[in-house]
């Protein structure tokens, strides 16, 4: 099952802040952020496990909602070096590989 | 150093024919992955590869088999090519299954003609 990812595309002005979401129609055991820039490939950004534990880039805040079955990536004081598709991937169960989402493309113009 | 690397970066075939992408990493990881992104940008595991146990996304043809001479390296060989196999290819590696951080290749654009 492949997560929801919203919003599909986003264009902010250096400086502002964005919120990209991530939901799933099942249980969540992780989330897991990547970026990629155009022509390269995913660099990881960080992991939310249940519980609470995290790990990841200082820069970058999330959060994780196992109620409500969703993550959110925090983006703030965008620079233009935000620029890429943000994806967010799950495992449809506790030991299976990710599943990744549609992505998100975020532009930061100057 | 690079971390993940794969060979060639580009490939150009024809229909049918059989190649194969090399991958290897020198992080000491444990775990290896395949992915396939396709034209619309949507990556999709294919394979991962933890020691020695082989775990394969369901809907990959049989067409595509992954092989490991040792930890390093996985490569991916595919048989009779078709157009719809164009994609980028990317290889990965983490150190724990799963609940890390995965270091993705630069990736192998593939076409077939």
């Known amino acids: 099952q492949q997560p929801v990812q919203s919003p599909q595309a986003v264009i902010l002005r250096e400086g502002e802040d964005a919120v990209i979401n991530c939901s799933s129609s099942?249980?969540?055991?992780?989330v897991h952020w990547y970026r990629q820039k155009h022509g390269e490939a995913p660099v990881f950004l960080m992991i939310l496990l249940k519980g609470g534990e995290q790990k990841g880039h200082d820069k970058i805040s999330a959060s994780f909602n196992e109620k409500k079955q969703q993550s959110s990536l925090y983006l703030t004081a965008s620079q233009l070096s935000y620029s890429g598709t943000y994806f967010c991937?799950?495992?449809?169960?506790?030991?299976?590989?990710?599943?990744f989402g549609k992505g998100t493309r975020l532009s930061v113009i100057a | 150093d690079t971390a993940v690397s794969q060979t060639p970066k580009y490939l150009v075939t024809q229909m049918g024919n059989d190649k194969s992408i090399k991958c290897e990493q020198n992080?000491?990881?444990?775990?290896m992955y395949w992915y396939k992104q396709d034209s619309k940008k949507f990556l999709k595991i294919m394979f991962s590869y933890n020691n020695k146990e082989l775990i394969i996304n369901e809907t990959v043809p049989n067409r595509f088999s992954p092989k490991s001479p040792d930890k390093a390296h996985l490569n991916l060989h595919i048989n009779s090519l078709e157009l719809g196999d164009s994609a980028v290819y990317f290889c990965?590696?983490?150190?724990?299954?799963?609940?890390?951080?995965?270091?993705f290749g630069p990736g192998t654009r593939l076409t077939v003609l």
């Open positions: 991937g799950t495992p449809n169960s506790g030991n299976t590989p990710l599943v």
């Open positions: 992080l000491g990881h444990d775990t």
């Open positions: 099942k249980a969540l055991y992780s």
């Open positions: 990965a590696s983490s150190q724990v299954w799963l609940w890390d951080e995965q270091f």
